[in-house]
């Protein structure tokens, strides 16, 4: 997701910064000190405008969440729908930050789950290894994550999912559920949606997921 710059982006972050963290290393092994109770970590990398995080937070309060975007835009975006909220979510932080640095920014076993939504499939084959289910990605997210920690995957994507399923599947995880077609299998009626998912969905469009763990 790629947004234009916005003038009031930067200082709108840097007006809030008890919600939204611009420097994450600074919180590495220390994340649950931003929360008003320590609580199961769970990081979004890639959260868009924030809907599927802020959603999350809202219907698991006993959880804390933690929302990341590369991009200083979209993040202030999530920020301003955040502020927008009459009971605004303890259990929820934003962090402006690249997926790429996870080791820079989080202690070993400090992470319980992590969401991959809607990621940029990178189509051309050379730019595989910047798919965030590379095996690169996922070497970094087990060394962040406690042992048997979850990742789950969504794409509407067939090809970046079918890439993905073989990448977990060669790193050695271990895969709890796959769908082909989530919005008609039972599991929709618990789906949180991004607003991605929402717009896609709407056409008709299939949406994949899978639940797997490192073993």
């Excluded at 809030?16 to 199961?40: C, L, M, N």
């Excluded at 006993?62 to 729908?81: F, H, I, S, W």
Aim: proline share 4%.
């Amino acid at each position: 997701m790629r947004l234009r710059n916005k003038p009031w982006a930067k200082p709108l972050i840097a007006k809030h910064p008890a919600i939204i963290v611009t420097d994450p290393a600074i919180y590495r092994g220390k994340w649950q000190s931003r929360f008003a109770k320590e609580a199961p970590l769970y990081l979004e990398i890639g959260m868009g405008k924030g809907k599927f995080i802020i959603e999350m937070a809202r219907k698991h309060p006993e959880n804390n969440y933690l929302g990341m975007e590369l991009q200083t835009t979209v993040a202030a975006v999530a920020l301003k729908k955040l502020l927008q909220i009459d009971e605004m979510p303890t259990n929820l932080q934003l962090v402006c930050g690249n997926g790429n640095q996870l080791l820079d920014f989080f202690a070993g076993s400090e992470i319980n789950g992590i969401f991959l939504n809607f990621s940029d499939p990178w189509l051309k084959k050379k730019q595989a290894k910047r798919r965030l289910t590379y095996q690169t990605f996922l070497s970094q997210y087990q060394q962040v994550m406690v042992t048997n920690g979850k990742i789950e995957f969504k794409t509407d994507n067939q090809g970046f999912f079918e890439f993905s399923v073989k990448s977990l599947n060669n790193f050695g995880m271990k895969f709890d559920e796959i769908w082909l077609d989530l919005h008609h299998s039972e599991a929709s009626e618990t789906n949180v949606m991004t607003e991605y998912e929402e717009k896609f969905s709407q056409k008709g469009q299939p949406i994949f997921k899978l639940i797997a763990h490192f073993d």
